[in-house]
């Protein structure tokens, strides 16, 4: 049953993006409206737009009816790893296949310094921005592009062996190879069992008997508008499967911003109103300070995490966003959240792609300043950035 639904999954995605026209970086589009949801492990039915929620297979645990208990969910920055394309043509003279090989070929290395912390959770969810594809095409419209990122298909298995359960698939690098390079990202993660989620597919994941429901946006090329129209239909078909969370994740703002601009903290106030539990953004590669609005959390930006672009940023400080979600007799009564300072490389000298956690007050400070000085230009600002989890 599941590779008969994968093969039609990935047919139906293919017709569906034939007809996308993508731009440039911040000209792209939103990948295609949704309306309609049927699970993969369900019988087909007739919807005027099948769209497909990958769920994953996990059964439903004891502790969830517990009179205590917790969720965990991490939330990355940007995930690009493998080559750039466009300047190296293999990953073998890339900046990150010239480490690779430093690091005995090892294709976990870039997970080795966090991958506890990850273990430790019950779901991460990373931003996977770049290709999965082994034979690819430049499209007409990426020729001029100076990025363009792509990876061996069987670098999928890293997210799932290091405990990354999620990826989000909108931001302005996914069609880098068109719509067969994006299909072929989609299927490897899937079938590498992580759960994908973009503007058309609802991603599921269930730990502990709580089904945590994941959507995903880009704003550029009048996204805003688009997502606004849909926002509250795609929470309210999220709840109707029976998610008991619901996040929505954004790629959005400026490159290179420290703080969100009104629009995203417009739509990010509207994301919580129709019944988000919490926003997570990304796309500047930097780290922007946390809202807490309506008793709800938006990560405006949680900059960087793994990044392959370049080996010597100007700025490689990021931070793990995680969230306890805290239920009592099956029921979610209220949450605590941390964050984990980090950078982006084992080095401060160069970027090695490493993601670590950061031991150095001095540098755990940088990040905790940045934060705070930043939350002047947002409304309602956390009153602090606690590093540990209440006791």
């Not at 750039?84 to 990953?91: E, G, R």
């Not at 506890?116 to 770049?130: K, Q, R």
């Not at 109103?273 to 953004?281: F, P, Q, R, S, T």
Request: charged content about 20%.
């Amino acid at each position: 049953m599941k590779n008969r639904w994968s093969m039609i999954c990935l047919a139906v995605v293919l017709v569906m993006m034939a007809g996308a026209a993508w731009a440039e970086e911040e000209e792209e589009s939103s990948f295609f409206d949704w309306k309609d949801t049927i699970a993969l492990t369900a019988e087909p039915t007739a919807t005027p737009t099948p769209v497909f929620v990958y769920e994953t297979p996990a059964p439903v645990s004891p502790e969830a009816t517990q009179s205590n208990m917790s969720i965990i969910l991490t939330a990355t920055g940007d995930l690009t790893i493998g080559t750039n394309y466009k300047a190296y043509k293999n990953l073998d003279a890339s900046i990150f296949g010239k480490e690779l090989k430093r690091q005995g070929g090892d294709i976990n290395f870039y997970l080795r310094n966090i991958r506890d912390v990850l273990a430790e959770d019950d779901l991460t969810i990373v931003n996977f921005e770049g290709t999965l594809a082994e034979q690819v095409m430049v499209p007409t419209s990426k020729k001029n592009n100076e990025f363009l990122f792509l990876a061996p298909v069987s670098y999928a298995k890293t997210l799932p062996d290091n405990s990354i359960e999620a990826a989000t698939l909108e931001n302005n690098h996914v069609m880098d190879f068109g719509e067969d390079g994006y299909a072929s990202t989609m299927n490897a993660l899937q079938e590498a069992g992580v759960v994908v989620a973009n503007s058309t597919t609802l991603g599921i994941f269930e730990v502990k008997g709580v089904k945590i429901g994941m959507l995903a946006y880009q704003t550029f090329n009048g996204g805003y508008d688009r997502i606004r129209a849909t926002l509250q239909n795609d929470i309210d078909r999220a709840r109707s499967l029976g998610c008991d969370i619901v996040t929505v994740s954004y790629h959005w703002g400026n490159e290179l911003d420290y703080h969100p601009n009104e629009n995203q903290q417009d739509l990010a106030h509207q994301t919580i109103n129709a019944g988000a539990d919490l926003v997570i953004g990304h796309h500047s590669h930097r780290i922007n300070p946390i809202e807490e609005y309506n008793g709800k959390y938006i990560v405006y930006s949680l900059g960087n995490f793994s990044f392959a672009g370049n080996n010597k940023p100007s700025d490689m400080l990021t931070f793990l966003f995680q969230i306890k979600f805290k239920y009592r007799r099956g029921q979610m009564y209220g949450t605590e959240f941390r964050i984990i300072p980090c950078r982006i490389s084992s080095k401060t000298d160069y970027n090695d792609f490493a993601v670590t956690p950061l031991t150095e007050t001095r540098y755990i400070d940088t990040v905790l300043n940045t934060l705070k000085k930043q939350g002047q230009f947002i409304q309602n600002p956390v009153a602090s950035y606690p590093l540990e989890w209440e006791r």
